[in-house]
């Protein structure tokens, strides 16, 4: 049934009597201190006094004062902490703009402020609800999306809480509004706070907010079931009254400390299941019900045993919730006898505890802080995973001391949720782009973006969304994608459906577009990372196609990507090298290479010699991948160069018999210098930005040289950092060349 609310106590003068209404909290929560409940109550009343809202308002109980006192006597009831009181006193004055937020914080501190903004920031996500546009698909999808981002967004369980409350507030205050409002607010309760009471395990928000939407949702079948129960009302409590004598009677004797009360049934729950079963108002068994609370789960068989003797059992109406509970932790037994006069009775048995979870859920945590009454961790915990999963929170449960902890979201969340500009809710990947937003929408948004703007500003199209963000696409009536969204390095596609689309795009090019656009993107990639010397057949025959066209047309459509190709020359260059620098070895030790190779200890493999001190020359700083040759020293072991490397050549000329062939071994992950070149316009905070790119992707710099030029208004830098492969350095290149300012950034090879 709809709960009456109680009317606020008042002074003699009318006004408000919030000594009384603090009397009245401290029966939930005893440890409750005085001084700063009463100083927020006693703020948000001088703050009606100065700005009083209007007339309407404070006839339904609807302004600051009066919602705030109502907010926290439910937090109370919800046996909160103080903090989450004092929020709720001053969380629509919040709301109505009446008391600044950052004032909020200075009076009473940062942790009441940030319970306070969290509930502000559920409020502006759940506006998104009560759209009936269906742009994205059907409205069930666009209500679970938002529901889904309600949780996502807050980090503190006490946040949703409030807004339960909050939410729990409003709808009984419209009452007095006109229809169009009440099924407004009562539509966003049903879909949104009703499944999180649920789960929460709150049930008597969850079964209030659930008549109380009904009410407003389905005038018609709510009164119709409000006038039949209404109608029975003494008939049935007399029968209650029978049955729960006979009851307390028959526990007694069988030695069963029991409480026993007769149990109203709430309207919503009556109609759902006459609607489900097809069962008249007279059929419905549970609308005579009791329960019955006793001390042990123990306690709670032998009562079923008492009451299957004492009456006959209904078959197909039991119910052991307590061997196998509900999905949100729910716990007792239901069954349904044949009780006095012939009529028949619902009957729940549960513990005290039980109970205090049927009806708190996750709130009933609060009310075991006492050592003395200390619940184990473990129940407490069982029931917050099973919130995780429900709600798709993926991150993994902590202690039990701090329930901010607990509930920490999306740093390892598998989606994110994003605001179109119209208020919709989107669901996409974790990190998912601007573009990967623009083709969720449609294709023709993707195709056609030009760029993109997140909350308002300007971003690069491979920025990461977040959980929150308002995206906005920009537009152009001839603008294309970009084949640079195929490159994986640059990371502006993180789902298939995006790359999936783009590559089908180009494919509807013509085919010598698709050979230009390809020739000219590789060649851009070898030039960067200072790859050459490799025979266009040799590298289509590397990736089974018949000839360079093919290749550059498969990567101009997205059919291969620029890593495959990357790979393929990497192969095709240390098959090279090795064939050169075997026909370079002496007779001797060449006999001995093609008999036998030894792989070094470290990640170069020095074929036919067995292990050697070895050390990367440091004119050419190879690196996995590079085609390389080896250098015997007199002293130092073998030097590693590139194969192409100007003093190599030069030594193979002048000493050819201390050269030795050596190639990566793959045995181990190493990493190797090598340097970088990064041509710029000038400007203030230039290789800080540089840095942190390489701080970001744990890139070690072990070398800087830069060089500003006065006249042009341009830097050149030179550094030396220390990668693992081809592979890591070209994405490293590619985000240094996304930076403001920075007009190439490339791999720096001496010159010949």
Known sequence: MVKVRDDHPVTAEGEIDLQSWYSGLEQFVPQLAREPVMRAARRVQQIEQLDPSPPEYRAHNY??????????????????????????????????????????????GDKIGKLVRGVQS???????????????????????????????????????????????CAIRAVKGFDAARQQRLAREVFDLY?????????????????????RYLEPEAYQSIARLLDERRRD????????????????????????????????????????????DFSQIFDVRAVRILVPTVRDCYTTLGVVHSLWKHIPNEFDDYIANPKENGYRSLHTAVIGPQGRVVEVQIRTEEMHEEAE?????????????KARKS?????????????LEWHEEMGGLGNIAEHLRSYERQERIYVFTPDDHVVSLPHNATPVDFAYHVHTEVGNSCRGAKVNGRIVPLNHPLQTGDRVEILRGPHSRPSRDWLNSSLQYIRTARARAKVQQWFRQQNREQNILDGRNLLEKEFQRLAIT????????????????????????????????????????????????????????????ARSEATLAKDA????????????????????????????????????????????????????????IAVDWSGRTAQIYPVDILIEAYDRSGLLRDITTVLARDSINVIAVNTLSHKESGTATMRLTIEVTSFDELGKVLARINQLSNVIEARRFTAPA
Request: charged share 25%; hydrophobic share 40%; net charge negative.
């Open 378 to 390: 473990k129940d407490y915990e069982e029931k917050i995973a099973w919130l995780q999963q429900a």
């Open 533 to 592: 010397g490799i025979e266009p057949q040799q590298l289509a025959d590397e990736v089974n196609l018949k000839s360079i066209d093919d290749v550059h047309a498969d990567l101009g459509l997205g059919r291969l990507r620029l890593s495959q190709l990357l790979n393929a020359a990497q192969r095709i260059e240390n098959r090279t090298a090795q064939r050169a620098q075997m026909e370079l070895l002496p007779t001797t030790l060449a006999r001995a």
């Open 63 to 108: 302004d600051c004062l009066q919602m705030g006192l109502e907010m926290a006597r439910l937090v109370a009831e919800m046996h909160l902490d103080q903090d989450s009181i004092i929020a709720a006193i001053l969380y629509r004055a919040v709301r109505r703009d009446k008391l600044p937020i950052a004032q909020l914080e200075q009076e009473f």
């Open 122 to 168: 559920m409020a502006a996500i759940s506006a998104a609800a009560t759209s009936n546009d269906t742009v994205f698909g059907k409205n069930q999808d666009q209500v679970r999306n938002v529901r889904a981002m309600l949780v996502a967004v807050i980090d503190d369980v006490r946040v949703l809480l409030l807004k339960l409350a909050e939410r729990t």
């Open 604 to 659: 170069v493999a020095i074929q036919g010699v067995g292990n050697l001190l070895t050390q990367f020359a440091s004119c050419c700083k190879p690196v996995p991948g590079d085609a390389i040759t080896g250098f015997i020293t007199r002293g130092r072991g073998v030097s590693i160069h590139r194969a192409d490397c100007n003093n190599i050549l030069q030594l193979e000329d002048n000493e050819p018999g201390r050269i």
């Open 236 to 279: 049935r409590d007399d029968y209650i009254q029978l049955v729960t004598e006979q009851l307390r009677q028959e526990m007694h004797n069988a030695g069963v400390a029991a409480q026993i009360y007769g149990r109203s049934k709430h309207i919503y729950s009556i109609w759902r299941k006459m609607q489900k079963k097809g069962l």
């Open 194 to 214: 009703v499944p999180m009471a649920h789960r929460l395990g709150v049930g008597h928000i969850e079964w209030e907010l659930e008549d109380l939407s009904f």
């Open 360 to 372: 708190y859920g996750v709130c009933a945590h609060w009310l075991y802080k006492d050592p003395g």
